[in-house]
């Protein structure tokens, strides 16, 4: 009888794997070419330079290293956050979403002739008619809304039987998926005008005296308060393939998420595809979560030029 050794799972499974004590590999590659530059200029001018002066440029190089190596910033290691500095600083900052002619600003903007815009490289190539996202060469990605349950105030067996159905339905997954959970910004004015204009034609006074205390509550609680709705969204990806790609990959992310919609309706989760105007507003939404949301109406085209003041 042969007996099985067990093996400790980090909770974090993308912790990089400890080499030499609690040294990566990674680290270890810094540090052991830190010590490699330093000897290898020690044995090129040691005899000609005194040790003192050898000692003092060696010293900030070494502790240099090792800030690279062991630092962080932010959770993230310091020599990829250096790296990421000198990337951003490189890249140009001024970017434009469509790769055609930029058109010259018009003749009474006294403007300094500054660096050209490059285009913004998105992954995101357009929203198709049926609100999937067209990733180009990566496919495309079918983006549905899911509703949410109160799983603590289920008992032990109702909890054990959504985390089942949860279970299978991600063992049942054949491509990639993305769990989203974001939250956005909430406008009350519209339900607030609503109440108000409700209010008038309300057949009891009482009524009418409720619905007007209950829209100024609505009204001073978004005056005082950052009202946040949390979304949960599930994203469907499929890789295009062959000449008909596209349209393979959309026929199969639309299984995927109806698949996903049958399943999770046992847990009394709703999943809704989102059409081509919600995808259109949740990824301008990206841009600036914080913002409020824009209206149809001012969202310009990739060829338009934008102004502070607006379009011209």
């Given at each position: 009888?042969?007996?099985?050794?067990?093996?400790?799972?980090?909770?974090?499974?993308?912790?990089?794997?400890?080499?030499?004590?609690?040294?990566?590999?990674?680290?270890?590659?810094?540090?052991?070419?830190?010590?490699?530059?330093?000897?290898?200029?020690?044995?090129?001018?040691?005899?000609?330079?005194?040790?003192?002066?050898?000692?003092?440029?060696?010293?900030?190089?070494?502790?240099?290293?090792?800030?690279?190596?062991?630092?962080?910033?932010?959770?993230?290691?310091?020599?990829?956050?250096?790296?990421?500095?000198?990337?951003?600083?490189?890249?140009?900052?001024?970017?434009?979403?469509?790769?055609?002619?930029?058109?010259?600003?018009?003749?009474?903007?006294?403007?300094?002739?500054?660096?050209?815009?490059?285009?913004?490289?998105?992954?995101?190539?357009?929203?198709?008619?049926?609100?999937?996202?067209?990733?180009?060469?990566?496919?495309?990605?079918?983006?549905?809304?899911?509703?949410?349950?109160?799983?603590?105030?289920?008992?032990?067996?109702?909890?054990?039987?959504?985390?089942?159905?949860?279970?299978?339905?991600?063992?049942?997954?054949s491509g990639p998926a993305q769990i989203l959970?974001?939250?956005?910004?909430?406008?009350?004015?519209?339900?607030?005008?609503?109440?108000?204009?409700?209010?008038?034609?309300?057949?009891?006074?009482?009524?009418?005296?409720?619905?007007?205390?209950?829209?100024?509550?609505?009204?001073?609680?978004?005056?005082?308060?950052?009202?946040?709705?949390?979304?949960?969204?599930?994203?469907?990806?499929?890789?295009?393939?062959?000449?008909?790609?596209?349209?393979?990959?959309?026929?199969?992310?639309?299984?995927?998420?109806?698949?996903?919609s049958r399943v999770l309706s046992a847990c009394?989760?709703?999943?809704?595809?989102?059409?081509?105007?919600?995808?259109?507003?949740?990824?301008?939404?990206?841009?600036?979560?914080?913002?409020?949301?824009?209206?149809?109406?001012?969202?310009?085209?990739?060829?338009?030029?934008?102004?502070?003041?607006?379009?011209?």
């Amino acid at each position: 009888m042969s007996w099985v050794e067990p093996v400790r799972i980090p909770a974090d499974v993308e912790q990089p794997d400890k080499i030499i004590g609690s040294f990566t590999a990674r680290q270890l590659l810094i540090l052991g070419g830190t010590g490699a530059l330093l000897y290898a200029a020690y044995m090129a001018v040691g005899e000609h330079v005194p040790l003192v002066v050898c000692a003092a440029v060696s010293l900030p190089i070494a502790v240099a290293g090792i800030l690279l190596a062991i630092g962080q910033h932010d959770g993230v290691s310091l020599d990829r956050y250096v790296m990421a500095a000198i990337r951003h600083h490189r890249s140009p900052k001024h970017l434009v979403s469509t790769p055609e002619d930029i058109p010259m600003p018009p003749a009474w903007i006294s403007a300094t002739p500054g660096p050209q815009p490059a285009l913004l490289k998105l992954p995101a190539r357009g929203v198709a008619g049926d609100g999937l996202i067209d990733l180009g060469p990566d496919g495309v990605a079918a983006v549905a809304e899911v509703s949410t349950v109160s799983f603590a105030l289920r008992t032990p067996d109702e909890q054990d039987a959504l985390v089942a159905v949860f279970g299978r339905w991600l063992n049942s997954l054949s491509g990639p998926a993305q769990i989203l959970v974001r939250a956005e910004r909430v406008d009350l004015s519209e339900t607030v005008g609503t109440l108000e204009e409700t209010a008038r034609r309300l057949p009891h006074p009482a009524l009418a005296v409720a619905a007007l205390e209950h829209a100024a509550f609505l009204a001073d609680l978004s005056a005082r308060h950052d009202l946040l709705r949390r979304q949960v969204l599930l994203i469907i990806r499929e890789p295009a393939v062959g000449a008909n790609g596209r349209e393979a990959a959309a026929a199969r992310a639309l299984r995927r998420l109806d698949e996903a919609s049958r399943v999770l309706s046992a847990c009394g989760l709703s999943v809704r595809l989102l059409d081509a105007r919600d995808v259109t507003r949740l990824l301008a939404s990206c841009f600036d979560p914080a913002g409020p949301a824009l209206p149809e109406q001012d969202l310009a085209l990739p060829s338009e030029v934008i102004t502070r003041g607006g379009r011209w």
